[in-house]
């Protein structure tokens, strides 16, 4: 027999689970599986984190909980006049975020939604599909071309009529290859009024000058379906700490915004933020101390016949031949972690580039397994 208030407890459990249903339980796996670390444990090459952490003006910071008496209003307005400057907008074309994710699902709920459509690469950054679904719209895989671009013609094919959002990773995780420019600029001029982009550009900072590559900040198009998307988790490395953004037009911002919790970034961050986008000499610091650990990586993994997908980012991807799974653990019992599975790419495994002594014992346990 059920007492009364133990039934109460299943009836309520019922209820919640029933009002969940059509909710895509297998996303809530989604999430990156081994993030949970602490001092001394296993080596991080699996969440493309800066491995180096914040710039040393923001490790300088003095009394870092200043103000975190007070609502992050000041911070919010400075950062995003920032911001603005940086890409030469208006701030009412900004929208901050807790991190580049919660941009990617405003942008879900904001463009997308019942009777629309998120259409996305596969294999791409996981989050646009978990949002999607939960804006209730229908989500659309698309493969990567065999030079692991974006498919941009079977794309919009696959947005139809209907509209909805088209996400575009650009460099692509977890391929960490490029979507060439041209291409781009031809497709969203021909997609429907209906149909806006998201042009995620989280590892923009890392691409070494390729041709195929300008940054949709850099050089816009005069398109107002583009909404940029940028992240301080990468290049700034403050990942922790949660803080991304978006540009696009005023009235874009506007629909976003509707869609946004109040005040989700915090004063910490956002004085972090700021501290990092004055200091363009520690970020280029940070851009060729990137580009060197790339080149470190691309001539060990040379020296051993890997076959390796060309790297515009902070993190590399390559063939294993083995089933990654069984890669994956094998380094796990080296201590060291690498990238989650991306279905359909089975053999490949992800690596994010940490610093030259967590390299060296990756490449150390590579070779028992090699
Ligand atoms: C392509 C891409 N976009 C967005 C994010 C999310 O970044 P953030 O930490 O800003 O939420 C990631 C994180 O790895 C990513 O790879």
């Given at each position: 027999m059920l007492s009364r208030r133990s039934f109460f407890k299943t009836a309520g459990m019922g209820a919640a689970i029933a009002a969940t249903a059509s909710f895509p339980t297998e996303l809530i796996s989604w999430a990156e599986p081994q993030r949970t670390t602490h001092q001394g444990g296993p080596i991080l090459l699996?969440?493309?984190?800066?491995?180096?952490?914040?710039?040393p003006s923001v490790l300088a910071l003095n009394n870092p909980f200043q103000d975190a008496n007070r609502y992050p209003d000041r911070g919010f307005d400075h950062l995003t006049e920032h911001v603005a400057a940086l890409h030469k907008?208006?701030?009412?074309?900004v929208t901050l975020g807790c991190g580049s994710t919660e941009i990617l699902k405003i942008a879900a709920c904001a463009f997308a939604g019942p009777g629309k459509k998120v259409v996305m690469a596969s294999p791409t950054f996981e989050a646009i599909d978990f949002y999607g679904k939960a804006a209730k719209a229908e989500v659309v895989k698309v493969p990567l071309t065999?030079?692991?671009?974006?498919q941009l013609e079977q794309m919009s094919a696959a947005v139809g009529k209907v509209g909805g959002l088209i996400y575009i990773c650009n460099p692509n995780n977890p391929t960490a290859s490029l979507t060439p420019r041209r291409s781009l600029e031809d497709f969203i001029r021909a997609l429907p009024p209906n149909t806006y982009v998201l042009m995620d550009e989280a590892y923009h900072d890392f691409v070494a000058g390729s041709a195929d590559y300008i940054s949709f900040l850099q050089t816009p198009i005069d398109q107002d379906r583009v909404i940029v998307a940028r992240t301080f988790s990468k290049i700034y490395g403050i990942a922790g700490l949660r803080l991304g953004y978006s540009v696009t037009s005023a009235k874009n911002a506007r629909l976003m915004a509707a869609q946004k919790l109040e005040d989700s970034t915090n004063v910490l961050a956002l004085r972090a933020g700021i501290l990092s986008l004055d200091h363009e000499d520690e970020h280029q610091q940070a851009v060729q101390r990137n580009a060197a650990d790339r080149d470190e990586f691309m001539r060990q993994a040379a020296a051993r016949k890997l076959e390796v997908i060309p790297s515009s980012t902070n993190f590399v991807m390559f063939n294993t031949h083995l089933p990654v799974r069984t890669v994956i653990d094998h380094f796990a019992k080296s201590n060291v972690k690498i990238g989650r599975p991306f279905p359909p790419m089975d053999t490949f495994a992800r690596i994010s580039l940490g610093k030259p002594e967590e390299m060296k014992t990756f490449w150390q346990a590579w070779d028992k397994i090699a």
């Open positions: 699996n969440s493309n984190e800066n491995a180096y952490g914040p710039f907008v208006k701030p009412e074309q065999s030079a692991y671009a974006h």
